[in-house]
C-alpha cells in the first residue's frame, strides 16, 4: 500500500519548537518533491514548505521563512518539517504531500498523495 505518514505533532507552548516527521512506505520518497501544509478549520488548506526530490531546492511560504526547516533522508525514506518559535497562529493540521513532476517547480501545487496529518497545538 503506497501511503505517507506524518507524526511529531503535539502541544507546544508559544515559543516552543517541533519536528514533523512524513515517512513513505510503499514507495521511495526520494524521486518526488515533498510539501508540507497546514489547514485550519474553516479555511483552504496551505503550502508551509515544500522540497525538491534531489533535496536541494527547497521554498518557504514567507509566513514561516526563518522559523522553519524543510529536510529529507533518504536513507529513512522521510522528509522533516522542523518548527521553531512557533505561534497559535500556527495551530491546525499539518499535511505532508507529493505531486506529480511539475509539483515542485509549480509550488507545490495540486498534490496528488496526502498523508493523513498530524495535529499541531500551540497554547500556553
Known amino acids: 500500500q503506497l501511503q505517507l505518514v506524518e507524526s511529531g505533532g503535539g502541544l507546544v507552548q508559544p515559543g516552543g519548537s517541533l519536528t514533523l516527521s512524513c515517512v513513505a512506505s510503499?514507495?521511495?520518497?526520494?524521486?518526488?518533491?515533498v510539501g508540507w501544509f497546514h489547514e485550519v478549520p474553516g479555511k483552504k488548506r496551505e503550502v508551509r514548505s515544500c522540497?525538491?526530490?534531489?533535496?536541494?531546492?527547497?521554498t518557504y511560504a514567507d509566513s514561516v521563512k526563518d522559523r522553519f526547516t524543510i529536510s529529507r533522508d533518504k536513507a529513512k525514506n522521510t522528509v522533516y518539517l522542523q518548527m521553531t518559535n512557533l505561534q497559535p497562529k500556527g495551530t491546525g493540521v499539518y499535511y505532508c504531500?507529493?505531486?506529480?513532476?511539475?509539483?515542485?517547480?509549480?509550488?507545490?501545487?495540486?498534490?496528488?498523495?496526502w498523508g493523513q496529518g498530524t495535529q499541531v497545538t500551540v497554547s500556553s
Open positions: 522540497i525538491s526530490a534531489s533535496g536541494g531546492p527547497v
Open positions: 504531500a507529493t505531486g506529480g513532476n511539475s509539483f515542485f517547480a509549480s509550488g507545490c501545487v495540486g498534490p496528488v498523495r
Open positions: 510503499g514507495f521511495n520518497l526520494d524521486m518526488y518533491a
